[in-house]
């Protein structure tokens, strides 16, 4: 006999509740000295907003008056709007904006932070799968019966689009069905009017006459804002933050609208001309700025238009993105070090703490910062997770563990938490922790037995203990498995294709099908770098030295992009490959300049490694002049660079003094380039150190530098009315003269 069928019910998220159904709009008669008038008889809702009072006059009903019928002998007589209070709840507030923002960041409703501040509201977007996160102020100016909305200190991270845009979609979605848009502003006309024309009808009155009607007053207290209106009010006094957001909007107006159209070069274009007209605005500068940081390859412009900007409040993020790219780590972990500690968006700030640590080489460094993050944003899995990748890399088993039961105690149903156990196990493989992270796997596989990730793991960590006939078949059939599933992401199988092309290669001897599994991995994929690497290392093994000298260079190209020292186990094993890379092209093909590329690249990678800086010195020894070279005295010069733009020639400059940091002929020409460039932080900090270290005769040398540029430094910062940093420079100058007078 067949069983009945399962009906499967599913559990709502809080945002997809129904909504309860509101109290109905009563009236009641107002009798005072004046004459009569109806009001609200209890609070009304029109969601998001509770309307605490209304009150309309009736002019035209004069004494003696019959009210025996109440409210109803009057629904017919048109009214006088007299007075009109809103209240709006944080917490009211943020569970009806939930639902209305869902694919703003991601695919699905993201959480959303509301915040009371001064003259308006502080918002905060975050999709935790995509790991993007959005900040901004919605401020709030009150013109007569006209609600003044402006948007502004757009800012966030791992955005895919311009913070600005975002910001003005978010408004928009919120408001946008009761306001005219205009760039980032929006204004809703005749607030008051407004809702009591909708709210009286539904009661069975007239709406009223609401002409006369003023805002009075906008505040905001520790969790809810309240509106007052009344007829003939006088204005309230004006916030100056939201007088300033208004004016930063009129002057972005246009600007702003060819952003929300995409047309984001002729936005560039609007906003420098803005800026022509208001020098320095902050808001103009970082809109700029985020502009650039979206195109690309204008890492160093864009910080110089930041430097620019009159009061850099809400600038950490983006100038730390922009280190990233330009490839300047310390600056980016000082940067979003700072704007985490500022912000007051928790998910946002989290988001921060973690990107540092991401940036972070030394895992005590990294750990403070991830718990800082996970105080910020205890609920989120995946700052939980990178706290345990992270102590798993620091040999911290135990405490790794607790926040894989961490995770397991956050996820809810049988398909998450076999995610939870899955990820765990392929962290505690990668970490070369074979044996446990088959246990993990195998508990992944508890919950949903025909995953292919899992048995994939399996398959790698039962190789990795030497059971290589039954991982291999386990590897091969779930990588055939995962290639063949609908909708299963192809990056996934690419782990596992390395892993499987290892055993082919080391443990079978299988160099040719090895080659043939790495060789399917894209160039898009995160694991191509280390597939081009030993592709390259089994072609050289297999005596082809053609097909092996392009997969180096090809894995070479891939990890240039890859940031300085990137701390992850890939980073680790790609900086492995590029020096069996750089001996192959010294060794085999005899090619001293291509071992120099993969070098400086390893180098980037790797800053601090001795075996990196060694192998450096040495093929820049062989590639410098013979003269040099037979000369016992001469240091090792810079590497030979075709010609090229300062800013290139300073960064092949700061590589060859991390390889040689006693060579004094670097120094000088590197002292020279970032004066000329402007780089007054990284000079200074040059300087400072090479004087701790100098001899008398070289100290001598080098305090006109240290003193042209903090010289310079001082005035920058009082021209840019800095000056508590002005204060700083001008102390250490006296410093400085005072040791050289001594």
């Known amino acids: 006999m067949s069983q009945p069928p399962t009906i499967a019910r599913k559990r709502r998220a809080p945002s997809d509740r129904p909504p309860r159904e509101r109290l109905p709009v009563e009236l009641q008669l107002a009798i005072g000295p004046t004459g009569v008038g109806v009001e609200l008889a209890h609070a009304a809702e029109l969601e998001p907003l509770l309307i605490t009072e209304l009150a309309v006059s009736l002019p035209s009903a004069k004494f003696p008056i019959d009210v025996s019928g109440g409210v109803s002998r009057f629904r017919h007589t048109r009214g006088v709007l007299e007075r009109l209070t809103i209240e709006l709840t944080l917490a009211q507030l943020a569970r009806w904006a939930a639902p209305k923002l869902r694919g703003l960041l991601g695919t699905t409703a993201p959480q959303v932070f509301i915040g009371v501040r001064s003259g308006g509201a502080t918002f905060g977007v975050y999709d935790e799968p995509s790991g993007r996160a959005l900040g901004f102020d919605l401020l709030a100016l009150a013109i007569g019966d006209d609600l003044h909305l402006c948007a502004v200190n757009a800012r966030g991270l791992a955005l895919h689009e311009p913070a600005v845009t975002l910001a003005m979609r978010a408004s928009r979605s919120l408001v946008g069905g009761v306001a005219e848009a205009n760039g980032s502003a929006l204004v809703i006309a005749g607030l008051a009017g407004r809702i009591a024309r909708t709210l009286l009808p539904e009661a069975g009155a007239r709406a009223p006459e609401a002409g006369e009607v003023r805002i009075a007053s906008f505040v905001g207290a520790t969790d809810v804002w309240i ?25 972005t107006a246009a600007a702003d609208e060819a952003r929300h159209l995409g047309q984001l070069e002729r936005a560039r274009a609007l906003d420098l001309r803005a800026l022509e007209q208001a020098p320095r605005h902050a808001e103009i500068c970082r809109r700029i700025a985020d502009l650039d940081r979206l195109a690309g390859g204008r890492a160093e412009a864009a910080q110089a238009t930041l430097a620019e900007a009159h009061g850099q409040a809400h600038c950490g993020l983006l100038s730390g993105e922009l280190a990233v790219e330009a490839l300047d780590a310390a600056r980016a972990i000082a940067s979003l070090s700072r704007a985490a500690e500022a912000e007051v968006i928790p998910q946002l700030a989290a988001c921060a703490f973690a990107r540092a640590a991401e940036l972070t080489p030394g895992h005590h460094d990294a750990l403070a910062l991830l718990d800082r993050a996970i105080a910020r944003a205890p609920a989120s899995p995946r700052m939980r997770l990178s706290r345990l990748t992270r102590r798993l890399a620091a040999g911290r088993t135990k405490d790794a563990m607790a926040d894989a039961e961490e995770l397991e105690a956050m996820a ?57 006939a039954r991982g291999v078949a386990l590897l091969t059939h779930a990588i055939e498995s995962a290639s063949g599933a609908r909708g299963h992401r192809a990056s996934v199988a690419a782990r596992w294709v390395v892993d499987l092309a290892k055993a082919l290669a080391d443990a079978l001897a299988d160099k040719p099908a090895a080659i043939a599994r790495v060789r399917s991995i894209s160039d898009d994929e995160p694991e191509a770098m280390v597939a081009r690497g030993l592709e390259g290392r089994w072609r050289a093994a297999l005596g082809d030295f053609a097909g092996a000298q392009i997969a180096f260079a090809a894995a070479r190209d891939l990890a240039a992009s890859r940031l300085e020292g990137d701390p992850s186990a890939s980073a680790e094993e790609l900086k492995l490959l590029l020096l069996e890379g750089a001996r192959f092209e010294r060794d085999v093909r005899g090619d001293l ?52 733009d300062d800013e290139s020639r300073a960064e092949s400059l700061i590589l060859a ?72 420079f001008g102390d250490a100058l006296a410093a400085l003269d005072d040791e050289a007078a001594r």
């Open 593 to 644: 300049a291509s071992a120099q590329a993969h070098l400086q690249v390893a180098l980037r990678l790797r800053p601090h490694d001795d075996d990196v800086a060694t192998a450096y010195r040495a093929i820049c020894a062989e590639l410098a002049p013979p003269m040099a070279r037979d000369d016992h005295h001469a240091t090792t010069p810079p590497p030979p660079a075709p010609p090229q």
């Open 227 to 251: 509106l007052h209106a009344s007829r003939k009010a006088s204005p309230g006094d004006a916030n100056p933050d939201a007088v300033r957001a208004r004016e930063a909007c009129e002057l």
């Open 412 to 468: 809810r149903g049988a398909r998450a938490k076999h995610e939870v156990w899955r990820t765990v196990g392929e962290r505690w493989h990668a970490a070369g922790l074979a044996s446990e992270a088959g246990a993990l796997f195998e508990r992944s596989l508890r919950y949903v037995p025909d995953d292919p990730d899992a048995s994939a793991g399996l398959g790698a960590t039962l190789v990795a203990q030497g059971k290589v």
């Open 657 to 728: 003094l991390r390889a040689n940091p006693d060579d004094d002929r670097v120094v000088d020409e590197l002292v020279e380039l970032l004066s000329r460039l402007g780089r007054g932080f990284e000079l200074l900090a040059l300087l400072s150190a090479r004087m701790e270290e100098a001899s008398p005769a070289r100290r001598i040398k080098l305090i006109p530098a240290q003193r042209s540029a903090l010289s310079r430094m001082r005035e920058v910062a009082i021209e840019e009315g800095r000056e508590l940093e002005a204060q700083l």
